[in-house]
């Protein structure tokens, strides 16, 4: 009997209607159109306006679209994961409520966080599920309203972020594709460059904090600049070097967009060329655990059955890593 591996075989997505470009931006801090993308790469992120709505509607969304895609009964589905740095309430599941709420009624869910890793964390564990052959569909949603959490008059975070899902189904394959090997790595010591404070158990939500702004997105923008150059690019190499893969064997970079500076490092690191690196950070800039689901949603026509795709990722925390994996369709 041939192993059975993990392999991604659905892609869903959705980004709110709402663009807020940095024209608009430039109405509301001071920045420039030019200073932003130059530094950045980013030209518009999309943010989910409505009230009352969070990261389940954009989880709910993106897994629809998959759903509606691939015409699978909700009911099929065992494993329910939202990637999220940003759950809809504490305490209360995320992934429960969007489980539920996509018909899912006979799987179990939870939630996975680990910043912008968080999905590229979500494979790993997706794809042990499908390994233990235990579970035939797992479904994996990486969604982030980051604008819950973003100062709109900090201009080092508010030219950053955006909201969006994304969705993958993994399922068994016998044929050698899928998830191939990982390298996953975490440092506590970067914790104090990049948090959101105030709000969790360490420091409970006070009126002071409230006023003094201190629940919003802080980042020391250089510190995790220079850790994230670094780690993405080390990682990337490293799973090249484990699987005795040049960069001629590569199909794809998919890299976390948080800086285009950033993935232009990671790509020149490994020698890979500029039509090989996925890139949408122009339109969506940095949706967190959106942001890799996205990426092969917006290349998904592009990409064909036995490509080698070289996943990164580097968050808060700090929390980075690099995947490799064989694609297992032809769209």
Request: proline share 2%; aromatic share 10%; charged share 25%.
């Amino acid at each position: 009997m041939s192993k059975i591996t993990a392999a991604i075989t659905a892609v869903g997505a959705y980004v709110p209607e709402y663009v807020l470009t940095n024209q608009i931006l430039e109405t509301m801090v001071d920045t420039n159109d030019e200073w932003i993308t130059t530094r950045t790469g980013i030209k518009e992120r999309r943010i989910l306006k409505e009230e009352g709505k969070g990261t389940s509607f954009l989880a709910i969304k993106a897994a629809e679209d998959l759903i509606n895609k691939k015409g699978l009964d909700p009911k099929e589905i065992e494993l329910v994961i939202v990637a999220t740095a940003t759950p809809d309430m504490k305490a209360a599941s995320t992934a429960a409520y969007t489980a539920t709420s996509i018909g899912a009624t006979n799987a179990f869910s939870f939630d996975l966080e680990a910043a912008c890793s968080s999905f590229l964390y979500g494979m790993s564990v997706a794809s042990s599920f499908i390994e233990s052959g235990r579970y035939k569909k797992v479904l994996l949603i990486g969604a982030d309203k980051n604008s819950s959490m973003i100062n709109y008059e900090d201009r080092a975070t508010c030219i950053i972020f955006g909201d969006g899902g994304g969705a993958v189904l993994f399922e068994p394959n016998e044929e050698g594709l899928g998830l191939q090997d990982e390298y996953l790595r975490s440092s506590g010591e970067g914790r104090e460059f990049l948090q959101a404070k105030y709000g969790g158990s360490s420091y409970p939500m006070t009126e002071e904090a409230l006023k003094n702004g201190e629940h919003f997105v802080f980042q020391d923008g250089k510190t995790v600049f220079k850790n994230a150059v670094f780690n993405m690019a080390d990682v990337a190499v490293k799973i090249l070097e484990r699987n005795n893969l040049t960069k001629d064997d590569v199909a794809w970079l998919a890299a976390h967009q948080a800086n285009k500076r950033i993935i232009d490092a990671t790509a020149n690191r490994i020698e890979l060329d500029e039509n090989k690196v996925m890139m949408n950070i122009q339109k969506y800039g940095n949706t967190t655990s959106a942001t890799l689901p996205l990426l092969l949603h917006d290349y998904e026509s592009q990409l064909k059955k036995g490509d080698n795709i070289i996943f990164a990722a580097f968050g808060g925390g700090f929390t980075w890593g690099s995947i490799y994996l064989k694609w297992a369709y032809n769209s």
